[in-house]
């Protein structure tokens, strides 16, 4: 099938691309991308008022298969993505069983070819179990298909684990992804430490929980030249010296996501369980420090960090609510609307933290429209104005904080490898 892409503003940060062209895709692939293209026998796209960009990746998301199906699976999971703009998704390993060995990495890999509708890359754990104690087999993990290895959620509490895990990965260039938490800081914790912590009762998580742990991870980097990656940073005090490590010629890359862009730990107020995530909801300051970070490199991509839960999980007293915000629906337009309309962000550097950043974090061929590559491309209506409505959601997680919001700035589009797979938040066909 052959599709011709016409009149878009075609923004390809990778390759300084930001102009009017047409585009055209033959048996998959990128075959063209000019000023005027005459495509014979091609069905065309007219992209005429849209950004037309490479696919959307997401690096962190859970897909719960295998063994919380209830939650979500690949086929849900793989749908929501499409539906928020995304071709790519990497999925975090804390499965049941965990994705610590080749058949289990190579299980969701072949159930993403079956029910999956864009391409899904299985991130495998750092240590067996996610145990923290002995480290998995990461070349058995790498040969099933692994971009990167994490043991999200639960932080690898022995520095000399984390060390030997450094320099293991580091033999096969293959990122660390650190989720930074020092949990003796955050037992029994609701929300953000601060002001708002004491004045709605909750007992809180201080941002020094996350920045113990960046920084020793920092440290870490530098001794073994590893490639360490922080998991959804939220901190004034975890910007500074991610920021300062990357001057200092230190592999380290970070990313943010939708939700800690867009909203302060003042909206838990409304005791809405759907604003319980971990790291929390943070202080405006930690807020304005991240978009900082955004303008001047030191956040490389922007992550969703999409964790659907069940409605019994949320549905309940605010101590006794699971962690976790669904998100790949509403993250584009939430950057969108929260970020770009607002003039804090470029549409060109968004769709950058989209693409390129994220790419070139994961290290895989993708986030750019060069000819010959697959065709995987988010095409943007920035008019768009839609309402969160989480009933509609592909995921089977409903819960996100966004519910109710309008917001400016949607995909239109979503394309992968050629097949048009998402028009206008809808699977096509289904």
């Known amino acids: 099938m052959r599709l011709l892409i016409k009149g878009g503003r075609v923004l390809d940060p990778a390759n300084d691309i930001d102009e009017v062209m047409d585009i055209l895709i033959a048996d998959g692939k990128i075959a063209d991308l000019n000023e005027s293209i005459n495509g014979e026998e091609a069905k065309v796209i007219d992209a005429a008022g849209k950004i037309v960009c490479p696919g959307f990746i997401d690096i962190h998301a859970h897909l719960r298969e295998p063994g919380f199906e209830y939650k979500e699976d690949i086929a849900s999971g793989t749908r929501a993505a499409a ?3 995304f071709t790519t998704v990497c999925c ?15 299980f969701v890999r072949e159930r993403a070819l079956k029910a999956g509708v864009v391409n899904v890359l299985p991130i495998g754990c750092i240590t067996k179990g996610q145990a923290g104690s002995e480290l998995s087999e990461m070349a058995e993990l790498i040969a099933a298909g692994c971009v990167a290895v994490s043991d999200d959620g639960k932080p690898v509490k022995n520095a000399g684990i ?3 895990a450094l320099d293991y990965a580091h033999m096969f260039d293959l990122p660390v992804l650190s989720h930074c938490e020092e949990q003796s800081l955050t037992m029994d914790g609701q929300m953000h430490e601060g002001y708002f912590s004491t004045l ?18 920092i440290i870490l980097a530098e001794l073994t030249g590893a490639h360490v990656h922080i998991c959804h940073a939220s901190t004034r005090g ?15 890359t970070c990313e943010v996501t939708p939700h800690h862009l867009a909203l302060t730990d003042e909206i838990v107020g409304d005791y809405d369980t759907d604003t319980k995530v971990n790291p929390p909801l943070r202080a405006r300051e930690h807020v304005e420090a991240l978009r900082q970070g955004l303008l001047d490199g030191t956040v490389d991509c922007i992550a969703t960090d999409h964790a ?12 006794m609510a ?8 509403t993250a584009v337009a939430v950057v969108m609307d929260g970020l770009v309309n607002q003039g804090l962000l470029s549409i060109e550097q968004m769709v950058e933290l989209f693409t390129i950043g994220p790419a070139e974090v994961m290290g895989i061929a993708k986030g750019t429209l ?58 096509v066909g289904e």
């Open 83 to 85: 539906a928020g703009g």
């Open 92 to 106: 975090m390993p804390n499965t049941e069983p965990v994705i610590d060995n080749a058949a289990t990495a190579n």
């Open 162 to 164: 984390m060390r030997n």
């Open 200 to 217: 709605y009762g909750f007992k809180g998580i201080p941002a020094a929980a996350e920045e113990l742990m960046v920084s020793r991870e």
């Open 238 to 252: 975890s910007m500074e010296m991610i920021r300062s490590a990357k001057a200092r010629g230190i592999d380290v």
């Open 308 to 319: 659907p839960h069940h409605l019994e999980s949320k549905d309940c007293e605010y101590d």
């Open 322 to 329: 699971t962690f976790g915000i669904s998100g790949l629906e």
């Open 370 to 427: 060069d000819i010959g590559t697959d065709a995987d491309i988010t095409i943007l209506d920035p008019e768009i104005v839609k309402k969160v409505n989480p009933a509609n959601f592909y995921s089977k997680g409903k819960n996100t904080p966004f519910k109710g919001h309008t917001l400016k700035g949607w995909p239109w589009l979503t394309i992968v490898k050629g097949t048009i797979i998402a028009r206008e938040g809808k699977i």
